[in-house]
């Protein structure tokens, strides 16, 4: 087992293969500059990644949000993240927020955003990064870059779009209007909406459902999940079938089965 690493503003925990993110910075409401969560969020895809005792990992905050996205202080005063010319803010964006869309796209497990308050920003693209969506009914959404007559230079164009369509997308893009829960799950943004107090449970609930699925074959399938929206149908099927022999000959496999057989002999 891979150690679990050491974050700056952020808390980890792992659970029968299930590992919490908690953002930890409420003064800031979480805010994913100005902070140390950026880093801390790709140590921890890359950790996933790195840990085959990790099956799930949950993605939440502490405090009233799960994140505001950009620290709007460091905008108006064009300091940080936001200093410097086109070069250096272009410079900045690669090398600071876009990193956390490339971790995440990455990681080969379960991924799950329990948004328990506002997601705003980039921290509304933040829970858009996660295959799944669970809302506490405090939770709002705003894709509101143009408010602030800027674009989602996290990537928050391309995920959204991919998630609920492009004309949707498109109208709250545009708009920047911020929509409560109800709405994200009528828009397909959220899977479900739950009371505050049970939002981790049922997050983990998820989680450990996913967790508890045999270690190669889970991870064997989201890659695929991933790679079925960039490949020929042809050349997925090749990879299906080369992913399926590995699968074939794996102990689990092998396990999965004889406990199969063994519930229908009862």
């Known amino acids: 087992m891979t150690a679990i690493p050491t974050l700056t503003d952020a808390t980890l925990t792992l659970e029968q293969g299930v ?8 003064d800031v409401r979480n805010a994913l500059t100005g902070t140390a969560l950026i880093d801390d969020i790709v140590t921890v895809a890359e950790w996933a990644n790195r840990n085959d005792d990790v099956s799930a990992l949950i993605l939440t905050g502490a ?17 940080g993240d936001f200093a410097g010319d086109v070069a250096e803010v272009a410079e900045r964006y690669r090398r600071g927020i876009q990193r956390i869309p490339l971790a995440l796209d990455s990681v080969e497990i379960p991924v799950i955003a329990a948004v328990n308050g506002p997601a705003i920003g980039a921290g509304f693209d933040l829970a858009n990064m996660a295959d799944i969506r669970i809302a506490s009914t405090r939770a709002k959404f705003g894709e509101t870059f143009l408010n602030l007559g800027i674009i989602p230079g996290d990537g928050g164009a391309w995920f959204l779009q991919r998630l609920i369509g492009y004309q949707r997308a498109f109208e709250l893009t545009f708009s920047g209007r911020i929509i409560d829960a109800e709405e994200a799950r009528a828009l397909g943004i959220v899977l479900e909406v739950v009371e505050p107090e049970m939002l981790l449970p049922r997050a983990t609930e998820l989680a450990q459902r996913f967790a508890h699925q045999p270690k190669p074959a889970l991870r ?39 406990r199969f057989l063994h519930s229908k002999q009862r």
């Open 19 to 26: 590992a919490t993110l908690t953002l930890d910075r409420d």
């Open 63 to 79: 405090g009233a949000a799960f994140s505001a996205g950009g620290n709007i202080k460091e905008m108006a005063k064009r300091s």
């Open 220 to 258: 064997f399938t989201k890659r695929l999940m991933k790679m079925a929206r960039r490949l020929e149908l042809k050349d997925f099927l090749d990879l299906c079938a080369l992913f399926q022999g590995v699968c074939h000959n794996s102990p689990e496999h092998l396990a999965a089965v004889e």
